[in-house]
């Protein structure tokens, strides 16, 4: 699986761009993710903050999620701008019947696809060795362009799962004493 998406990254975007990340809990087809890209782009070019346009941009990466970007050094976002956004993704989880708010299932990229694991479900994985240390880790947790680019897919070890792996575990316990 080719896991190269930063040249879909404008690069006339501020570093500190805000970004967020949505991920469903299934992948969309290819029909589904056509309909999809065609509401992110209405909605960003119709994107505003009181009647200003934001510098915005939206994309549907590996037909699994859904990432917004708004330069804010033109047009800061606000609560009601960000609902907007909140209401959109609230219609693709009605039309398309998925969860994009789930922060409990987890993406890890494991022998070429994507797998989603739930956090209840995580140490089981690990035990099983089906994630290790350098498995690549989608980190919703990303704030801005800069951790788009340089943070969203990295190895688990680098990731706040590090604490979860049994060899990272002993790593940290050694250096403590």
Do not use: C
């Amino acid at each position: 699986m080719n896991i190269n998406f930063k040249d879909l990254i404008p690069r006339n975007f501020n570093e500190n761009s805000h970004v967020w990340v949505f991920q469903s809990n299934s992948t969309f087809s290819v029909a589904q993710a056509a309909q999809i890209k065609k509401l992110l782009k209405n909605f960003v070019s119709e994107w505003k903050v009181q009647g200003t346009p934001v510098k915005g941009y939206a994309n549907l990466f590996f037909s699994q999620f859904i990432v917004f970007m708004a330069d804010e050094t033109a047009t800061g976002v606000s609560r009601f701008s960000s609902e907007d956004l909140v209401t959109l993704i609230n219609n693709i989880q009605e039309k398309f019947e998925v969860e994009l708010f789930n922060k409990l299932i987890l993406a890890f990229l494991i022998q070429e696809r994507i797998h989603l694991i739930s956090l209840t479900e995580l140490n089981r994985a690990i035990e099983k060795d089906f994630i290790n240390s350098n498995t690549l880790y989608f980190n919703n947790t990303i704030l801005t362009k800069k951790q788009l680019l340089n943070n969203w897919i990295i190895p688990v070890k680098k990731s706040w799962l590090a604490l979860r792996i049994p060899e990272n575990i002993q790593v940290n316990a050694d250096s403590i004493n």
